[in-house]
């Protein structure tokens, strides 16, 4: 298939997740035989609207993204080939382009969430586990020193969890914009500069917090990066008890013990224990291994589907 992929361009020097996630999609398919064609949100002066292709594939596509003529031209001129939107957060949406693309064509929606009541026009949707493109079983790691951590960016939909956990005997990990929003969440953590996991500043801590939006307890969303970046830093995660539903449906075992409800739980994963909850994990990070693989054959098969639909 001759494939016409469309990614929005990194803001700054930023790489975001869904763009790395899109370069690998996009080397497994080439990888197939299959030619791709890229185009970021900020280069759509050099489509050929004439060209002919059997593929659409758009990453995300926000709010702010701006159809070029030529874009519009193009997908004008292959009206009866498919088009497959690609997300790997729940609280995203295409934009208006995309949006009536999906509505307007044979489409598909390949996500890592459930999907509930969202698009209900497009029926061929597919949830597969997206966060494990990135996972790396083989960062640099650095001698443990401290015990906890917290760190992502801050999500307004955690901040009932922001003050339960955030206290004097855990980091916190951060961009300076948003220390400020942790701090009116009721945070007393220590701040600390955002982690740099590439040069192993992760692997320093010997356990990492892990909770998620409210809004997904009660809808299937795969387990983050941050659950693979522990698992490749050899760091233990520790799970919010709000998390179990999400747990459980990831397939994840022996994790019982992994379960905390309130910051006074931390204590209780020390660095003479660290070892012993290390153990358990191993046999996560073997089975995320694993399903990597399995992952790849999962992509290039949905896509042989998607081209014979």
Not at 66 to 82: A, C, G, I, T, V
Not at 115 to 131: G, S
Not at 230 to 248: H, K, Q
Not at 299 to 305: G, P
């Amino acid at each position: 298939m001759r494939i016409f992929c469309q990614i929005p361009h990194p803001k700054s020097n930023t790489i975001s997740a869904y763009i790395k996630n899109a370069i690998w999609i996009n080397q497994v398919l080439e990888n197939n035989g299959h030619k791709v064609d890229t185009f970021y949100a900020n280069n759509q002066d050099k489509i050929n609207p004439e060209a002919k292709y059997d593929l659409f594939i758009s990453h995300y596509g926000s709010s702010f993204f701006r159809p070029h003529r030529k874009l519009q031209s193009l997908f004008n001129n292959n009206d009866n080939s498919p088009f497959v939107w690609i997300a790997n957060e729940y609280d995203v949406s295409p934009n208006s382009f995309f949006r009536n693309q999906l509505a307007e064509r044979t489409s598909y929606i390949l996500a890592n969430y459930e999907f509930l009541n969202k698009f209900k026009a497009v029926r061929n949707k597919v949830t597969k586990n997206l966060n494990l493109i990135l996972f790396n079983d083989s960062q640099v790691i650095k001698e443990k020193k401290y015990n906890h951590i917290y760190f992502g960016t801050h999500r307004p939909d955690r901040r009932k969890y922001h003050e339960i956990y955030l206290k004097e005997n855990i980091y916190l990990s951060c961009k300076n914009k948003n220390s400020i929003e942790f701090k009116r969440d009721g945070s007393k953590s220590p701040l600390i500069k955002e982690l740099d996991i590439n040069r192993g500043d992760l692997s320093l801590f010997r356990y990492s917090l892990y909770i998620e939006d409210v809004s997904t307890h009660k809808r299937f969303n795969n387990l983050s990066n941050r659950f693979y970046e522990n698992l490749g830093n050899n760091v233990v995660t520790i799970f919010d008890e709000n998390c179990l539903a999400n747990i459980r449906k990831s397939g994840l075992v022996d994790y019982e013990d992994f379960i905390v409800s309130c910051n006074s739980d931390l204590d209780k994963f020390t660095s003479e224990n660290y070892e012993r909850f290390m153990d358990v994990q191993m046999k996560w990070k073997d089975d995320a291994i694993q399903q990597r693989i399995n992952l790849e054959k999962d992509i290039v098969l949905f896509f042989k589907d998607v081209g014979h639909g």
